[in-house]
Every structure is written in C-alpha cells, then in structure tokens.
C-alpha cells in the first residue's frame, strides 16, 4: 500500500509564497515520474508541474518562471516552491506520483489534496 501525504498549502496574499510538499511512504521500491496538478472550483483538474527521477522538469505555461518543482528521491518526496502568486493560482492543489512497488509494476496514485489561497 502507497500513500502520498500533502502539506504546506494555505492563505497567501498576491506576490507572496508557498512551499508545498508530498512524500510518498508505504511500498515503495521506486517513485518515477512525480508532478503537482491543481483543480480550481467549475473548471477540470490541470497539470501544474511534473518531474521525472532523473530531473527533468516540465511546467504549464502559467506558472514557467513563477514556480520551481523539485524532488528528494531519498526521502521519495516531491515540492512545489510557489512564487509571484496569483488569485487564479487559487486551488486544490494534488500530488501524482508513479510508484513502483517492486521490480515489476507501475503504479499511478494521488494525494488528498492542498487547499491553496490566494487573496488579492
């Protein structure tokens, strides 16, 4: 069994920032690709910011330059450092990762989600 446990979301004014964090515990053999997305009230859930266990990074277009995605593969965690926030930065942030139990399967799980806050 794979949890993955979210913190550090809360109530920022615009231009402030926010440090989110997810750490993967249970079965873990290895944690591949690991990424953030976010779901805003009436709209679909999107994809935020992803990195693979090598480094690479990819971001949506509305956060390049404002939010950094980094990762601890030693402690199978995954942050998303959040800066010049926005009031449309305003969601449920989640927390995906692809777990590997063991040598042979791939699995995907979710977070429960952060509530992130921003006021203008």
């Known amino acids: 069994q794979v949890q993955l446990v979210e913190s550090g979301g809360g109530l920022v004014q615009a231009g402030g920032s926010l440090r989110l964090s997810c750490a993967a515990s249970?079965?873990?053999?290895?944690?591949?690709?690991m990424g953030w997305y976010r779901q805003a009230p009436g709209k679909q859930r999107e994809l935020v910011a992803i990195i693979s266990s090598l480094g690479s990074t990819r971001y949506a277009d509305s956060v390049k330059g404002r939010f950094t995605i980094s990762r601890d593969n030693a402690k199978n965690t995954v942050y998303l450092q959040m800066n010049s926030l926005k009031p449309e930065d305003t969601a449920v942030y989640y927390c995906n990762a692809d777990i590997m139990p063991d040598t042979r399967f791939q699995y995907g799980y979710w977070g429960q989600g952060t509530q992130v806050t921003v006021s203008s």
């Open positions: 249970g079965s873990v053999f290895r944690a591949n690709d």
